[in-house]
C-alpha cells in the first residue's frame, strides 16, 4: 500500500510538470536543472528555484517601487531590472514570464509607462501562479520521500 | 566529441612537479591541467546554475560577482582558461570588464553572455574584445561549443 503512495505521487508530480510544460510556463531548460540533480546535489533544484524566489520578489518590489513613483523617468534602471528577471527566468526554464519580460522591456525601451504597467501586473500575477504550482510540486516530492521512507522502516 | 577533446587539451598541457622518493632524490611528476573557468554574473542563479553545469564538465570553476572583482582576480595574478562574461552589471559591466582585461594583455577566451541577441549593445560587446558571444541561458550545446572553440584555436 506504501509503494502504491509513493508512485500515484510520482504520477502526479508527472502530471503536473506535463501540464506546466503543456501551458508554456516552463520549458527544456527545466529539464537541464532536473538533470543537474544528482546525489552529490540532491535538492539542486528546490535550492535554486527558492534562490530564484527570493530574487525575484526583490525585482518585482523594486519595479513596482519604480512605476509608482509619480516623477519616475529612470527607464534605463527599469531595463536593467528586467533584463536581470529575464535572465534569472530563463536560466530556470520559466518561460512564460521570460515572454512577459520581453514584452516589458520592450514597453521601457519606449518609455511607455502604461505599457509598463500592464506588463508588470500580468508578470505578478504569472510569478504568483509558478511560484503556487513550484510550491505544489516540492510538496508532492516530500511527501513522496517521506513515503518512501516509510515504505522500508529501519528494522532494530 | 568534447570529453575527448578535453582529454587531449590534459593530456597536450602537462605541468611538471616534483617529488621526492624514498632515497632522496627528486623525480618529476606529471600532472594533466585541468580547464580552468571564471563565470562573472552578479545573479546569484545563474551562477549556481553555470556552475552546476560546468561542473558536469570537469572543469576548474571560479566565480565573480562583477566585472571589477574579474579584473581584480586578474591584477592578483590569476588566469583563467576561459570567462563567461555577463553583460549588464553593476561596478563594471561586461564590455568595460573585457576592455580592460584586452587592455591588460589578457589573452584568455572570453565568451559574453546577454539576455538580448539583436541589439546594438550585443555590437559594442563583442567590439570590447570577446571570442564570442551566446544568449543566455548557458546551456550543455553552448557549452561544448566554446570548448570546441578553445580546443580547434590552441590545434
Same mark, same amino acid.
Given at each position: 500500500?506504501?509503494? #502504491?503512495?509513493?508512485?500515484?505521487?510520482?504520477?502526479?508530480?508527472?502530471?503536473?510538470?506535463?501540464?506546466?510544460?503543456?501551458?508554456?510556463?516552463?520549458?527544456?531548460?527545466?529539464?537541464?536543472?532536473?538533470?543537474?540533480?544528482?546525489?552529490?546535489?540532491?535538492?539542486?533544484v528546490s535550492e535554486v528555484v527558492?534562490?530564484?524566489?527570493?530574487?525575484?520578489?526583490?525585482?518585482?518590489?523594486?519595479?513596482?517601487?519604480?512605476?509608482?513613483?509619480?516623477?519616475? &523617468?529612470?527607464?534605463?534602471?527599469?531595463?536593467?531590472?528586467?533584463?536581470?528577471?529575464?535572465?534569472? &527566468? &530563463?536560466?530556470?526554464?520559466?518561460?512564460?514570464?521570460?515572454?512577459?519580460?520581453?514584452?516589458?522591456?520592450?514597453?521601457?525601451?519606449?518609455?511607455?509607462?502604461?505599457?509598463?504597467?500592464?506588463?508588470?501586473?500580468?508578470?505578478?500575477?504569472?510569478?504568483?501562479?509558478?511560484?503556487?504550482?513550484?510550491?505544489?510540486? #516540492?510538496?508532492?516530492?516530500?511527501?513522496?520521500?517521506?513515503?518512501?521512507?516509510?515504505?522500508y522502516p529501519v528494522q532494530n | 566529441?568534447?570529453?575527448?577533446?578535453?582529454? =587531449?587539451?590534459?593530456?597536450?598541457?602537462?605541468?611538471?612537479?616534483?617529488?621526492?622518493?624514498?632515497?632522496?632524490?627528486?623525480?618529476?611528476?606529471?600532472?594533466? $591541467?585541468?580547464?580552468?573557468?571564471?563565470?562573472?554574473?552578479?545573479?546569484?542563479?545563474?551562477?549556481?546554475?553555470?556552475?552546476?553545469?560546468?561542473?558536469?564538465?570537469?572543469?576548474?570553476?571560479?566565480?565573480? *560577482?562583477?566585472?571589477?572583482?574579474?579584473?581584480?582576480?586578474?591584477?592578483?595574478?590569476?588566469?583563467?582558461?576561459?570567462?563567461?562574461?555577463?553583460m549588464e552589471m553593476p561596478i563594471?559591466?561586461?564590455?568595460?570588464?573585457?576592455?580592460?582585461?584586452?587592455?591588460?594583455?589578457?589573452?584568455?577566451?572570453?565568451?559574453?553572455?546577454?539576455?538580448?541577441? =539583436?541589439?546594438?549593445?550585443?555590437? *559594442?560587446?563583442?567590439?570590447?574584445? =570577446?571570442?564570442?558571444?551566446?544568449? $543566455?541561458? =548557458?546551456?550543455?550545446?553552448?557549452?561544448?561549443?566554446?570548448?570546441?572553440?578553445?580546443?580547434?584555436?590552441?590545434?
Amino acid at each position: 500500500m506504501l509503494g #502504491f503512495g509513493v508512485e500515484r505521487l510520482r504520477a502526479d508530480m508527472n502530471r503536473l510538470l506535463a501540464l506546466l510544460f503543456h501551458q508554456g510556463v516552463l520549458d527544456e531548460q527545466f529539464l537541464q536543472l532536473q538533470q543537474l540533480q544528482d546525489e552529490t546535489s540532491p535538492n539542486f533544484v528546490s535550492e535554486v528555484v527558492n534562490i530564484y524566489f527570493h530574487e525575484s520578489e526583490k525585482l518585482l518590489r523594486n519595479l513596482r517601487g519604480l512605476l509608482l513613483d509619480r516623477e519616475f &523617468s529612470d527607464y534605463k534602471k527599469m531595463g536593467i531590472h528586467i533584463n536581470q528577471f529575464m535572465g534569472s &527566468s &530563463s536560466s530556470i526554464g520559466a518561460k512564460r514570464i521570460r515572454n512577459i519580460c520581453v514584452a516589458f522591456r520592450a514597453a521601457s525601451e519606449q518609455n511607455n509607462r502604461a505599457g509598463c504597467l500592464r506588463a508588470l501586473e500580468l508578470l505578478e500575477h504569472e510569478y504568483c501562479y509558478l511560484k503556487n504550482k513550484f510550491h505544489e510540486l #516540492f510538496q508532492m516530492e516530500q511527501q513522496r520521500l517521506l513515503a518512501a521512507g516509510a515504505r522500508y522502516p529501519v528494522q532494530n | 566529441m568534447v570529453n575527448s577533446c578535453v582529454s =587531449l587539451y590534459r593530456s597536450n598541457t602537462m605541468e611538471f612537479g616534483n617529488s621526492s622518493t624514498a632515497n632522496g632524490s627528486v623525480s618529476g611528476s606529471v600532472s594533466p $591541467k585541468t580547464l580552468s573557468v571564471l563565470i562573472v554574473d552578479e545573479d546569484p542563479i545563474i551562477r549556481r546554475t553555470n556552475i552546476a553545469l560546468l561542473n558536469r564538465f570537469g572543469l576548474q570553476i571560479n566565480v565573480a *560577482e562583477n566585472g571589477k572583482e574579474a579584473v581584480d582576480l586578474y591584477s592578483a595574478g590569476a588566469y583563467f582558461d576561459i570567462v563567461f562574461m555577463d553583460m549588464e552589471m553593476p561596478i563594471m559591466d561586461g564590455p568595460m570588464a573585457t576592455k580592460e582585461f584586452r587592455n591588460m594583455g589578457v589573452t584568455s577566451m572570453i565568451v559574453g553572455l546577454a539576455s538580448r541577441s =539583436l541589439d546594438s549593445e550585443i555590437h *559594442e560587446f563583442i567590439g570590447a574584445g =570577446l571570442n564570442g558571444c551566446h544568449v $543566455k541561458p =548557458l546551456n550543455n550545446a553552448k557549452i561544448t561549443s566554446v570548448l570546441q572553440e578553445l580546443i580547434a584555436s590552441i590545434y
